[in-house]
């Protein structure tokens, strides 16, 4: 048997990062079976109820494992006792880069080289990375690539920020995000979801919404306060209500963003043509099921745009992250963005309302190019076998 380490954001508390854990495991399955993958995690126990049923384990990271979270004995064993290290998702950036409770990159950084002396290979896998603002950014990436025979990115802009900042830099793949090749649930499953939240009842249909709980923290723009923020987005939503008779659907895809979620709703006139379904309750695949459901989508959270391009619903990125307006680029959709200086009612309500006028057409243009993109996710498990074949 083979051993490959998975780092990520897995504790189970965002079902974007649980999708990208469940869709490698699933992909790779399709192709071997000899492969036990070793995930470090706040939360061993989600990984065994969740994933239980591939060769997976788990790794705690809790202080009475000898860590402060990803600093300290269970990361060091997990990179240098395995066939292969495997980075995921947007985990490296130097963001608060001396706090080992936010980044990731300083911890990894500082075991890299261990694992180049014991020639275990760093291999990115369908990620992203950045922002890297800082020169101790820079030079912590710089040794997690001297480590990597291969990146293979979700997104063009990590290839551009590895360029820009010309580091030393192995092959550089670009393909997709593993999320998108999510499996929906059995309709029976789904019809019961549906009817215990009382979805989807109104026949001029449903438009969907999703919230964050940092708001505009990444992009530091400053031009929005949560209060501002939420009074637009509860505006817009009753804006479409009065509009387009429709009702709105707020996905919530990270537990945290729970609460500014409700405050959103809180702020709507219409709060009963309103519901709320989160990742507290149901599963990545669940609440993307829940997505193909409704008419277009607008979101903060990367994660609910990919979930919806998966299943054919036009999805709107209200930019916070490089990643989102990234990927709908990727898919055809790069001119559904809007920005934070841009954040307004009308703003938003006028590019949603045409974005509804337009949603079939939009669908349609959209499925070719995903269906390319769901086949490139799948593809980087032959390039990572080739790596680990040979060694």
Same mark, same amino acid.
């Given at each position: 048997m083979k051993t490959i380490t998975v780092l990520g954001?897995?504790?189970?508390?965002?079902?974007?990062?649980?999708?990208?854990?469940?869709?490698?495991?699933?992909?790779f399955a399709l192709k071997r079976s000899d492969i036990i993958f070793k995930v470090p995690t706040l939360s061993t126990d989600f990984i065994k109820k969740s994933f239980g049923y591939h060769?997976?384990?788990?790794?705690?990271?809790?202080?009475?494992?000898?860590?402060?979270k990803n600093l300290g004995w269970p990361m060091y064993s997990a990179m240098t006792k395995t066939d292969m290290v495997l980075i995921t998702d947007?985990?490296?950036?130097?963001?608060?880069?001396?706090?080992?409770?936010?980044?990731?990159?300083?911890? @990894?950084?500082?075991?890299?080289?261990?694992?180049?002396?014991?020639?275990?290979? @760093?291999?990115?896998?369908?990620?992203?990375?950045?922002?890297?603002?800082?020169?101790?950014?820079?030079?912590?990436?710089?040794?997690?690539?001297?480590s990597s025979p291969l990146v293979i990115t979700r997104d063009?802009?990590?290839?551009?920020? @590895?360029e820009n900042l010309e580091l030393n830099h192995p092959e550089i793949v670009v393909h997709s995000d593993c999320a998108l090749n999510t499996e929906l649930p059995s309709q029976q499953r789904l019809d019961g979801i549906i009817a215990k939240e009382n979805l989807f009842t109104n026949s001029q249909g449903t438009i969907g919404l999703n919230v964050n709980a940092y708001i505009d923290n990444w992009s530091e723009t400053g031009t929005l306060n949560r209060k501002q923020f939420c009074k637009i987005?509860?505006?817009?939503?009753?804006?479409?209500?009065?509009?387009?008779?429709?009702?709105?659907?707020?996905?919530?895809?990270?537990? $945290?963003?729970m609460k500014v979620t409700l405050e959103c709703v809180q702020n709507c006139r219409y709060?009963?043509?309103?519901?709320?379904?989160?990742?507290?309750?149901?599963?990545?695949?669940?609440?993307?099921?829940?997505?193909?459901?409704?008419?277009?989508?607008?979101?903060?959270?990367?994660?609910?745009?990919?979930?919806?391009?998966?299943?054919?619903?036009?999805?709107?990125? @209200?930019?916070?992250?490089?990643?989102?307006?990234?990927?709908?680029?990727?898919?055809?959709?790069g001119d559904w963005t809007i920005d934070f200086e841009d954040l307004s009612v009308d703003n938003l309500t006028?590019? $949603?309302?045409?974005?509804?006028?337009e949603r079939e057409g939009l669908s349609a243009a959209m499925a070719p190019?995903?269906?390319?993109?769901?086949?490139?996710?799948?593809?980087?498990v032959v390039l990572v076998s080739n790596i680990l074949d040979s060694i």
């Open positions: 954001n897995n504790s189970g508390r965002n079902a974007g990062d649980n999708a990208i854990l469940g869709n490698l495991l699933d992909d060769n997976v384990k788990p790794i705690g990271m809790m202080p009475w494992n000898l860590c402060l947007n985990i490296l950036f130097d963001r608060k880069f001396n706090n080992p409770f936010v980044n990731n990159l300083k911890s @990894i950084a500082l075991f890299a080289p261990f694992c180049k002396k014991k020639n275990i290979p @760093i291999v990115f896998y369908n990620s992203s990375i950045g922002p890297i603002d800082h020169e101790v950014g820079k030079n912590a990436l710089q040794k997690v690539l001297d063009t802009q990590t290839k551009s920020l @590895i987005l509860g505006g817009t939503a009753d804006a479409l209500i009065e509009k387009l008779d429709v009702d709105i659907l707020f996905t919530v895809s990270q537990i $945290m963003d709060q009963s043509r309103i519901k709320v379904v989160g990742n507290c309750d149901y599963t990545f695949q669940e609440l993307t099921g829940l997505l193909s459901n409704v008419a277009v989508h607008a979101g903060l959270r990367t994660h609910t745009l990919i979930f919806c391009a998966a299943v054919g619903t036009p999805p709107i990125a @209200i930019n916070a992250y490089p990643k989102s307006a990234g990927f709908l680029r990727t898919v055809g959709m006028t590019l $949603m309302t045409r974005a509804w006028d190019i995903v269906t390319l993109e769901k086949a490139k996710a799948r593809e980087s």
